[in-house]
């Protein structure tokens, strides 16, 4: 799992590196100059009803604070690509979140007006000074109004339309490493007691853990060679 963060670490790095070439370190003549709120909407989340620590069958949906996930609920408030950061408390905070999940009332949302300005968006929120945009007294407080009136350089569509097509990419092989993490996690919490008591047995263990190892096109490969098979092979094969 370390070399699974290991990566995960570098294909975003690669990500950052290719925004700070093209939009910060680039040409200044290139695009126009306007605010965050030209390319998002900006929301605060909500206080849920009720959550759990820990996920249930029927309350699994992250619930999100400033500082990320911090339990669990039995709906989703948000089920599109949000980007998160920290509204009360917390400041400065960045999370990009594609899955379904709660944002607490504690953090603010963005939503991209256009598809392909959501990458941009992630990388340009962590070049703002959010902790000199702090209102609070008592405790850090952001509020939309300032967040959203930020002045952003804004770059050609037709450049922001290359730099989604790359970084969704290099974002999409993160999330597939995060989600196998989650399920090796899941399945190593399961199979300890049950190796642990000899339950299971170490081959059946091995076995499942290969499974869960399989990368979405080794699965669907293996999907596909199983349903081609014909009767009587699968019956050959039991």
């Not at 909500?46 to 069958?57: A, E, I, M, N, V």
Request: hydrophobic share 35%; proline share 5%.
């Amino acid at each position: 799992m370390s070399n699974s963060i290991l990566s995960q670490r570098a294909l975003e790095q690669i990500a950052r590196a290719l925004f700070k070439e093209w939009f910060v370190e680039g040409d200044e003549d290139d695009g126009e100059i306007g605010t965050l709120e030209n390319l998002v909407n900006i929301t605060t989340g909500k206080r849920p009803l009720d959550r759990s620590d820990f996920p249930t069958k029927n309350i699994n949906i992250p619930l999100y604070g400033g500082n990320g996930p911090m339990g669990y609920v039995h709906e989703a408030l948000y089920n599109e690509p949000i980007i998160l950061t920290g509204r009360v408390g917390t400041l400065g905070t960045v999370f990009r979140i594609k899955t379904a999940c709660w944002p607490s009332d504690n953090t603010l949302i963005l939503l991209a007006k256009d598809v392909v300005d959501y990458e941009f968006v992630y990388f340009q929120i962590q070049q703002i000074d959010i902790h000199s945009l702090n209102r609070g007294s008592t405790q850090p407080l952001l509020t939309q109004g300032d967040l959203k009136t930020q002045p952003v350089k804004i770059p050609p569509k037709q450049l922001l339309k290359k730099f989604h097509n790359v970084v969704t990419v290099l974002f999409e092989k993160i999330d597939a490493n995060i989600e196998q993490s989650r399920t090796l996690t899941a399945l190593r919490d399961a199979l300890l007691p049950k190796l642990m008591s000899g339950e299971v047995r170490v081959e059946d263990a091995e076995t499942e853990l290969k499974m869960a190892m399989r990368t979405p096109a080794q699965e669907a490969s293996a999907e596909a060679y199983r349903r081609h098979l014909r009767p009587n092979d699968r019956y050959r094969r039991k």
